[in-house]
T-cell receptor, first 114, second 114 residues
Framework: GNSVTQMEGPVTLSEEAFLTINCTYT??????LFWYVQYPGEGLQLLLKATKADDKGSNKGFEATYRKETTSFHLEKGSVQVSDSAVYFCALVPTGGGYNKLIFGAGTRLAVHP | DVKVTQSSRYLVKRTGEKVFLECVQD?????MFWYRQDPGLGLRLIYFSYDVKMKEKGDIPEGYSVSREKKERFSLILESASTNQTSMYLC?????????????FGSGTRLTVV
């Protein structure tokens, strides 16, 4: 079946450090891939997305590249800020997925310290 | 700005009460979803609806029902609230056929059942 696996958190970094949050998926065909972010006490917001192999999604300094050969969509940022502290969710919509139901990973909590 | 609006940010209810959580979207989306989010368990789909008066069970429908009488509104009903339904509830919507758009989420309702 379709699934998303994220690295376990929490991830704790100092300000200006480099961030990587790993995400791998299991799905047939070419799913669409997403990263969502949830700030404390809020709902989820779409951070970035990619809909085909080798696409790079980017937003707010975050990037992720759709790697079909490794079934991965790792999230990266070159220099994190305290304001990036949040929970990050990797997700996919399967090829031909009915009603575009998103399948989520478990989420990775990021804490950035000054 | 398009959005999904959940009627309450915080709600406290007593055990046994009938509870209504309301969600309204202004994007003319066909699909609407209710999730609950609990620490360590990630996002779990309760119910979703792909059209007016149409609904399907998600992964954890027990103890819940839903209503979709109008396209823009999707209500989650706790028939008889129990303490194990204390949780963060998230509503989302999406467009059918546009796999690359993902979901738009509301800000969430934090429900406490005492």
């Amino acid at each position: 079946g379709n699934s998303v696996t994220q690295m376990e958190g929490p991830v704790t970094l100092s300000e200006e450090a480099f961030l990587t949050i790993n995400c791998t998926y299991t799905a047939t065909g070419y799913p669409s891939l997403f990263w969502y972010v949830q700030y404390p006490g809020e709902g989820l917001q779409l951070l970035l997305k990619a809909t085909k192999a080798d696409d790079k999604g980017s937003n707010k300094g975050f990037e992720a590249t759709y790697r079909k050969e490794t079934t991965s969509f790792h999230l990266e940022k070159g220099s994190v800020q305290v304001s990036d502290s949040a929970v990050y969710f990797c997700a996919l919509v399967p090829t031909g997925g009915g009603y575009n139901k998103l399948i989520f990973g478990a989420g990775t909590r990021l804490a950035v310290h000054p | 700005d398009v959005k999904v609006t959940q009627s309450s940010r915080y709600l406290v209810k007593r055990t046994g009460e009938k509870v209504f959580l309301e969600c309204v979207q202004d994007m003319d989306h066909e699909n609407m979803f209710w999730y609950r989010q609990d620490p360590g368990l990630g996002l779990r789909l309760i119910y979703f609806s792909y059209d007016v008066k149409m609904k399907e069970k998600g992964d954890i429908p027990e103890g819940y029902s839903v209503s979709r009488e109008k396209k823009e509104r999707f209500s989650l009903i706790l028939e008889s609230a129990s303490t194990n339904q204390t949780s963060m509830y998230l509503c989302a919507s999406s467009v059918t056929g546009e796999r690359g758009h993902g979901y738009t989420f509301g800000s969430g309702t934090r429900l406490t059942v005492v």
